[in-house]
């Protein structure tokens, strides 16, 4: 009789050793599934700060005339310091607005110096 019982216990012993695999093999899926989605995640955010980093030029042509963006700060950089004499170091911030039809760049220093100079 004692052999009967060890042959029942057997067997009873496998459904539950397969159940704890089965679990095993669950959470590892689980793992995986995780670990997946967080490198989905991480491209994402690289390719948000590659967008960020776009080079641009603007070039503005009126009258037989042509500026791009660095001459305009530079025109308004020298309004800040001949014009105004202040320090280069001073100025934090540059707002300028285009009006070729006005042939003028109207400027905002610093979110409060206002005013304007010829192109």
């Not at 019982?5 to 689980?30: G, I, Q």
């Not at 491209?43 to 305009?72: H, L, M, S």
Request: proline share 3%; hydrophobic share 35%.
């Amino acid at each position: 009789m004692a052999a009967k019982k060890s042959t029942t216990d057997a067997a009873e012993k496998k459904p539950v050793a397969k159940t704890t695999a089965t679990k095993k093999t669950a959470e590892k899926k689980e793992e995986v599934k995780d670990t997946a989605v967080k490198a989905e995640a991480k491209p994402a955010k690289a390719t948000k700060a590659a967008a960020q980093d776009i080079k641009t030029k603007i070039a503005v042509q009126f009258g037989g005339k042509g500026y791009e963006t660095e001459d305009f700060v530079k025109m308004a950089k020298d309004v800040w310091t001949f014009d105004l004499k202040r320090e280069v170091a001073e100025l934090k911030q540059i707002d300028l607005y285009v009006k070729p039809e006005e042939s003028k760049v109207y400027y905002v220093f610093n979110g409060s110096e206002l005013g304007s100079f010829d192109i």
